[in-house]
C-alpha cells in the first residue's frame, strides 16, 4: 500500500505545483480545474490543489520505511540526487530564458527542494530504533523554534511532524512502542502543527493543519491495507521525488514553450509527459550511480 | 465476513456525544451572556487550529449518521425486514416518548426546558412532535435535537426495503438510494415551506449515512474495495452538492469536511481491538450516548430555572452535567434496556435457544440505535 | 452475463439521475438568484473564501449569527425600520457578534448586499437612519467609513458611536455604547482600528 499512496501522492504533486500552480500564475482558471475548486478543494478545505497534502502523504510514507530500514550513504545519495539534478538543471534553463518555477533567480532554484531536505532528515529519524527519543527531541526543537521566532524554518518543521507521525506509527505497528506512547507523540505532533500554524507568518491561511489530519487519517485508513502492485504504481512510487523536482523545471519549460503554440490542453499534456520522461531519466541515473556505489 | 461488535466504534461514539453536548453548553453560556473559560481555551489550544471551532455540530451529527448507517447494515445482514424496523422503533421510540413527555410537562408547568413556540404546552404539540411532525408542520418544538431522527427513521425505512435485494446484489440498495436522493435533490429546490426545508435536510444529509452502509458492506467483503470507494465518492459528492446549491441546509458550512474525516476515522477505529478499546466503561458510555443526545438539550435550560440563577453560571453549569449524566443513565437502565430486552424476550417467545442465540448475534453486533 | 445486469442497472440508474438533473436542476431555487452574493476569491488555490471579514469585539458575546452560513435575516437582529430601509437598498444576510461587560457594549457587523445592488446607496441608507435620529456626523481619518456619534443629553444617558463602510459585497458597521463617553470613545476607537486593520474599506 505504500508504493499505492507514494504514486497518487506523486499524481497529486504533478497536478497541484505544475498543472494548477503555472495555471494560476499566467492567471488562467479553466474548467475542468475550477470545477475541481468547486467540488473538492473548497467543500475539502484543502487548498493549494492538494499540494500539501501530496507533500504530507509522500513524507508520512518516508518516516513509515525509514523506520524500518537503517539508510546507507547509498540511500542518502538516492534521496539527494534529484535535487542534485534539478537545481543546474534550474539555472540552465533560468540561463537560457525558459519559464521555470523559482521563488526568485539565484535564491531558491528548486522550490521544493526542502522536501527532499526533510526526506534526509528523515533518514536520521530512522536510526532511532526505540522509537520515541527523537520524535521527542524534535518536537521540543519545533518549540524553540516559535520561542526564538524563527520563521524561515517554519513550514518546513511543520511538515516534518509528517515524518515524525509515519516514523512513531510504524514502531508502533512493529511492536517497539506501545500504543499509548504513539498517541502521545502523535498528539504531540499535531500539538506542533497546531502551534507552527498560529505563530508562523503566512502559513495560517493555507489551513495545513487540515490537509495534515486528512493526509494522517488516509495513511493510517490505507497502511494496514493489502494492495496489489501494478506496474504504473511501481513507476509512479519509484519516481515521486523526481516528478516533485522535475514539476517546476522541465514541465514549466515545456509549458511555457508550447502554450502559445498549442492549445492549451495539449500543451499541459505535453509538460507533464516531458515532466514523466525527464523523472524516468532522473530514475535510471539514480539506479546507475547506486549501483556503481555499491 | 467480519462481523462481531466493533468496540473502536463505542470510542467515536462517545467523542460525538461529547462534540454536540459542547457545542450546545457553548450557545447556553451565550444565552446566558457568560464567558465559558473552558470554551476560550479550547478555541485557542485546538480548536481555532484545527480550523473546527464552528464544526462541532456537523462533527456529532456525522459521526451519529456514518455509524449508524454501518451499525444497522450489519444488523440487516440478518433480520427480516419486519423484524429490522421493529428492533430499530424499539431501540429508539420509547426513550424518544418518555423525554418528549417529559419536556411537555415541564414546558405545561411554565419553565423553560429549550421547547421553542408559542403553543409549545398545547396536546397537539405533544403528538406532533412524538410523531417527529413538528419537523414538517413548522409546529413548536419540544426536544429540537430530535431533527437527526427525521433522518435516520427514512434510512430505516429504506434499508427494510432493500433487504431481501441486498442479501443478492449488496450493490443495489446504496446504488438505488443514491439515485432516489439526487432525483429528490434536483426535485426539493425551493424551501419556504417547513416540510420542504426538512426534506432538503433528509436528502442532504442522508447520504452520510448511505455511507455508512457502503464502509460497513465493504468490511463484510460484499462490495469489493474499488466499488466501495466509488460508492462513498458518490454519496459523499451529493453531500457537497446539497450544500453548494442551497443557501440553508447545511445550516452550518463544514459538513463535507468532516464526513471524509469522520468516514476515514470510522474506517480506523472499526479495526481497533482489545485493551482500552474494549474497556467496560467506553461501552457503558456508548450505550447511553442516545440518552445523553436526548436529554442535555432540556437539561442544560431547566437547571437554571430550578437553581434560580442564570444560564452559564458555574453553578448551573456542574449541576446540568451532573443532571444529564444522572438522567441519561435512568433513562437508559429504566426505559432504553428493559424495553429492547422485553421486546427480544417476546421476538424469542417458544424458541429453541439455538435460534435465540443466532438471532441476538444480529442484535449484539448493534453498536448504536 | 454476470457483469451485464449490475453494469445495465448503474447506467439506468445513472441516467435517471441525470436526467432529473436536466429537467429540474442540480437543486438550486432559481427564486434565490437575486439574492446572490458573490463573494471576493483573491487566490482561488485557497483552501477558503474568506465568509467573514469582521474581528470579534473584546467582551462576553451576547449576539453571535456568525456561525451559520447564511447568518441571520435582517428583521431578527434589527428594528423593524431599519431592515426594512436596508432591504431595499439589497442587504440580505447579517453576521454580527456583539459583545457587553460591565455595562458597555461593543458590535462589529457584516451585512450582505445583494449581486447587482448598490452599494454605497445602502451606505448612505444606513447613515441617514442615524442622521434622522439626531446622531451627529464625526471626522475620522480613513477616507470612505462614516462615523456618528450620539452625546448623552436628558432622557437619553448613553454615548454611542455608529461607524459604516463598504468592504467587498458587505456594509460593514462598527459601534460601541455604554454610560461613559470616555470609555465609549476608547472602546470604539480600539475596535474600528482593529477592524479596519483586518478589512479596510474597499475591494478586498
Known sequence: MIALLRAGAALLVVYSYLVGLWLHQHGADPQPLAGIREWLNRPLRAGEDFGPFALMVLLLCTGWTTAAARATGRDLLRTALPVLVAAPLAAAALAAGLDVWTYSPGAGLVPLAWVIGLQLVAALVGLDRRGWPVPAAVLCWIVLLVAFDVDGLGKPALFLTMVLVGHVARRVADGVLPGWAGLTLGVGCFAAVALLDRTVDGLHQWWYPVAATYAVLVFLAAVAVPAPDWPVTTWLADRAEWLLVLSGVVGFAVLGLLHLRVPLSAAILCAVAATGLAADAGHRLTRRLTRRTA | ?369 | ?204
Open chain 3, 1 to 204: 452475463m454476470r457483469g451485464v445486469a449490475p453494469g445495465l442497472a448503474h447506467v439506468l440508474l445513472a441516467a435517471i439521475a441525470v436526467g432529473a438533473v436536466v429537467v429540474w436542476g442540480t437543486g438550486a431555487d432559481p427564486a434565490r438568484e437575486q439574492e446572490q452574493v458573490t463573494l471576493p476569491d483573491p487566490d482561488p488555490r485557497l483552501p477558503v473564501v474568506a465568509t467573514l471579514s469582521i474581528v470579534r469585539p473584546p467582551g462576553t458575546l451576547v449576539l453571535d449569527t456568525t456561525k451559520r452560513q447564511l447568518g441571520a435575516p435582517l428583521d431578527a437582529v434589527m428594528s423593524e425600520r431599519e431592515a426594512d430601509a436596508l432591504d431595499r437598498r439589497g442587504a440580505v444576510q447579517v453576521k454580527a457578534q456583539i459583545a457587553r461587560g460591565a455595562g458597555f457594549s461593543r458590535g462589529v457587523w457584516q451585512i450582505a448586499i445583494r449581486d447587482g445592488a448598490d452599494r454605497s446607496g445602502a451606505l448612505r441608507a444606513a447613515d441617514r437612519l442615524y442622521a434622522a435620529g439626531g446622531w451627529e456626523l464625526v471626522r475620522y481619518p480613513v477616507a470612505g467609513v462614516l462615523v456618528r456619534k450620539l452625546t448623552p443629553r436628558d432622557g437619553q444617558p448613553l454615548a454611542a458611536y455608529r461607524a459604516h463602510y463598504l468592504y467587498g459585497p458587505y456594509l460593514i458597521r462598527i459601534e460601541a455604547y455604554g454610560p461613559d463617553p470616555v470609555r465609549v470613545d476608547r472602546d470604539f476607537g480600539d475596535l474600528a482600528a482593529r477592524q479596519l486593520a483586518e478589512s479596510p474599506p474597499g475591494l478586498p
Open chain 2, 1 to 369: 465476513m467480519r462481523t462481531g461488535y466493533l468496540h473502536g466504534l463505542d470510542w467515536l461514539r462517545v467523542v460525538a456525544s461529547a462534540a454536540v453536548v459542547y457545542a450546545h453548553t457553548r450557545d447556553w453560556f451565550t444565552y446566558g451572556h457568560q464567558t465559558w473559560w473552558v470554551n476560550g481555551v479550547l478555541d485557542t489550544a485546538v480548536l481555532d487550529p484545527l480550523r473546527v471551532g464552528s464544526l462541532m455540530a456537523p462533527l456529532a451529527v456525522t459521526t451519529f449518521f456514518l455509524i449508524s448507517g454501518l451499525v444497522v447494515t450489519y444488523a440487516a445482514q440478518k433480520e427480516s425486514p419486519g423484524r429490522f424496523l421493529a428492533r430499530r422503533m424499539v431501540r429508539l421510540v420509547p426513550a424518544l416518548w418518555v423525554v418528549l413527555l417529559a419536556v411537555w410537562l415541564v414546558t405545561r408547568l411554565g419553565l423553560d426546558a429549550g421547547a421553542r413556540g408559542e403553543h409549545a404546552g398545547d396536546v397537539s404539540t405533544l403528538l406532533t412532535n412524538m410523531a417527529l411532525l413538528n419537523f414538517a408542520t413548522g409546529s413548536p418544538g419540544l426536544d429540537l435535537v430530535t431533527w437527526t431522527l427525521v433522518v435516520q427513521v427514512p434510512f430505516y425505512f429504506l434499508v427494510a426495503a432493500t433487504i431481501p435485494a441486498m442479501r443478492r446484489w449488496p450493490w443495489l440498495p446504496p446504488a438505488l438510494m443514491l439515485t432516489l436522493l439526487s432525483v429528490l435533490m434536483s426535485v426539493v429546490r425551493n424551501e419556504d415551506a417547513p416540510g420542504a426545508h426538512t426534506l432538503r435536510v433528509v436528502v442532504t444529509l442522508l447520504p452520510i449515512m448511505v455511507l455508512g452502509q457502503v464502509i460497513a458492506l465493504t468490511r463484510l467483503g460484499k462490495l469489493p474495495v474499488p466499488a466501495g470507494i466509488a460508492y462513498g465518492a458518490l454519496a459523499w459528492l451529493l453531500v457537497v452538492r446539497g450544500d453548494l446549491t442551497s443557501d440553508f441546509t447545511p445550516a452550518v458550512p463544514g459538513y463535507p469536511q468532516m464526513v471524509v474525516c469522520i468516514a476515514l476515522l470510522t474506517i480506523i477505529c472499526s479495526r481497533l481491538t482489545g485493551g482500552v478499546v474494549g474497556a467496560r466503561w467506553v461501552k457503558a458510555l456508548a450505550d447511553r450516548t442516545y440518552a445523553v443526545f436526548l436529554l442535555h438539550v432540556p437539561v442544560l435550560y431547566l437547571t437554571p430555572h430550578l437553581l434560580s440563577t442564570t444560564a452559564g453560571t458555574t453553578l448551573a453549569f456542574a449541576v446540568a452535567m451532573l443532571g444529564t449524566a444522572v438522567t441519561a443513565d435512568l433513562l437508559y437502565r429504566f426505559v432504553e434496556k428493559p424495553t429492547v430486552r422485553w421486546y427480544r424476550g417476546w421476538e424469542n417467545r417458544g424458541q429453541k435457544s439455538a435460534e435465540r442465540a443466532r438471532d441476538d448475534l444480529a442484535g449484539r453486533v448493534e453498536a448504536a440505535r
